[in-house]
């Protein structure tokens, strides 16, 4: 990912370029020369936009890059490749004008592949990693992945035969020696590979790379390569995963020979290289949010945008699955009778605190189920507001269809899930209206905003259009934009379910699952829950 490549143009392949940029569509036309301010110290930023001043220094390969690229702007779903000279341009300028240092992007790279792999492949189930080292900046992404990998649950193990001396990559040696992950030599790797490893990490070689490899590198890729073959027949392989470039594909060109690796998984860096459109795997993934915008723009980028604060974003269509085969084998703590609190809305609280401090996105979120005089169920996503000594409380719309159900039947069911703690609460019991006191303090502590959206908002009636809300949003936001307290409305309060049993539900290996029950009982005149174990 770190090579610095330089080739200068002659004046003829200039005119090229500009017949070529006259052929094209009139948008692509206009975006190649348009002109632009200069992007930060050392770009260059008048005359010809960077579009053309990019697309007529290259070769008959990289200017058909370009062009797809620049076509690509029209089709929001499409993704850049890179050249290989156009890889090590972006890396010459990260590093140069633009101030980032090698170890700051090998670490943005390998936080990168190892989030990526944690996305798909995860610790209960593909725990062994043997990560495979080259000599350059690709085998240090890979040793800084492992690092992150040994943080996230997974036991990796580290190949690096031809060790590099500088302080950056002996640092990070000891980084993983410190953390007691194992190093093998070539001569200790198992000959039985996946019955040792699910993981595989091919950190061997990058975009720089060119030619034949050398040993041992050549008989590791062989090896790969032959391991994959054999184990199509016997149906058992462990995951590959390649940093950036399949080892041994050509960077632009990809697997000239058809002999090389072919990983379930590609982790492509900055952006995607030209070989990436070749690989078949179900799993293509790209890292690196670093890209800054004088790069994007100077190279005409159009890379997906990264999801809320994650370090990779997949490319291109989720695999097919067969749904039937999907599964978790769940690894958690036996949840024991002599452990639980003896009150379940104690053993609730106890729970949610444990849902919070996990770090859970809205733990408070909890399926409502409810049923009107016909019978037929209904299901949707509500907040928990409130735990009481005996109940919970939530808040709607009273002319909702929930609404509309619980008058005609005053029962319901909750469910939380809480997916990273491999834990659910079920709660079923009667249901009551909270007093338009307790609404009125409730409705008055929401933001502004949701207030009037409470006023707008006729739940679960039809509406023309989203236009129609914002339009009566603005108009009530015009209204009350004098007033201090916005009055609620009449249509708008709580509900109060009181518990006739709740379950507390924790996954378990072989689907033997804990589930814990609370149903109340009369004991000497007075209620008190008793606690049963259910079959998973």
Avoid at 126 to 151: S, T
Wanted: charged share 25%.
């Amino acid at each position: 990912m770190w090579s610095i490549l330089r080739n200068k143009t002659a004046a003829a392949t200039t005119m090229t370029c500009v017949f070529l940029a006259h052929s094209l569509p009139p948008p692509l036309f206009s975006a190649l020369f348009k002109p632009s301010p200069p992007l930060s110290p050392g770009f260059a930023g008048t005359g010809w936009g960077p579009s053309i001043r990019s697309f007529c220094s290259r070769s008959d390969c990289e200017r058909r890059a370009m062009k797809e690229r620049m076509e690509s702007s029209c089709n929001p779903s499409s993704v850049s490749y890179l050249t290989q000279r156009e890889a090590a341009e972006i890396d010459e300028n990260l590093m140069g004008p633009l101030g980032f240092s090698v170890d700051q992007l090998m670490e943005l790279a390998g936080l990168s592949v190892a989030t990526s792999i944690a996305e798909v492949y995860k610790p209960s189930e593909y725990k062994r990693v043997l990560a495979i080292c080259g000599p350059g900046n690709n085998g240090g992404d890979g040793l800084v992945a492992a690092r992150h990998l040994f943080h996230f649950g997974y036991k990796p193990c580290i190949c690096y035969p031809k060790r590099t001396p500088k302080p950056l990559y002996t640092g990070l040696v000891t980084q993983l020696k410190s953390l007691r992950v194992p190093f093998l030599s070539v001569e200790d790797l198992p000959s039985d590979l996946p019955s040792e490893f699910d993981i595989l990490l091919d950190a061997v070689f990058g975009f720089s790379f060119h030619g034949a490899a050398r040993p041992p590198f050549d008989d590791i890729i062989r090896r790969l390569a032959g391991m994959q073959k054999s184990d199509q027949a016997n149906k058992k392989s462990p995951a590959i995963v390649s940093v950036d470039i399949p080892s041994g594909w050509h960077v632009e060109e990809g697997d000239v020979s058809g002999e090389g690796i072919q990983p379930h998984m590609l982790v492509s860096l900055t952006a995607p290289k030209l070989c990436a459109k070749q690989f078949r795997g179900p799993h293509h993934f790209l890292g690196g949010r670093f890209v800054p915008p004088p790069i994007a723009e100077k190279y005409n980028l159009r890379l997906p945008p990264y999801p809320g604060t994650s370090m990779c974003v997949r490319i291109g269509k989720v695999p097919q699955v067969d749904i039937s085969s999907m599964r978790e084998n769940y690894i958690s703590p036996e949840f024991r009778e002599e452990e639980v609190e003896a009150d379940p809305i104690k053993q609730f609280r106890k729970w949610f605190e444990e849902a919070v401090a996990a770090g859970l996105r809205e733990p408070n979120a909890m399926a409502l189920s409810t049923a009107g005089k016909d019978g037929k169920p209904s299901s949707r996503m509500v907040l928990l507001k409130g735990v009481d000594d005996d109940s919970f409380v939530w808040y709607t719309n009273y002319e909702s269809r929930k609404a509309r159900e619980l008058s005609e039947n005053p029962w319901a069911s909750l469910l939380f899930y809480w997916e990273s703690l491999n834990r659910q609460v079920r709660v079923e019991g009667s249901v009551e209206k909270v007093s338009n006191e307790e609404s009125e303090l409730y409705f008055h502590s929401r933001p502004r905003g949701s207030q009037i959206g409470a006023i707008v908002s006729n739940q679960s009636s039809i509406v023309s259009g989203r236009q129609v809300l914002h339009q009566q949003y603005k108009e009530l936001e015009e209204k009350f934009s004098d007033v201090n307290l916005i009055p609620k409305p009449k249509h708008w309060g709580g509900y109060r379910l009181k518990p006739e049993l709740i379950e507390f539900w924790q996954g378990q290996p072989s689907r033997l699952h804990d589930r814990l029950q609370y149903c109340p009982q009369e004991v000497d005149g007075r209620r008190v829950w008793r606690i049963v174990r259910l079959a998973p």
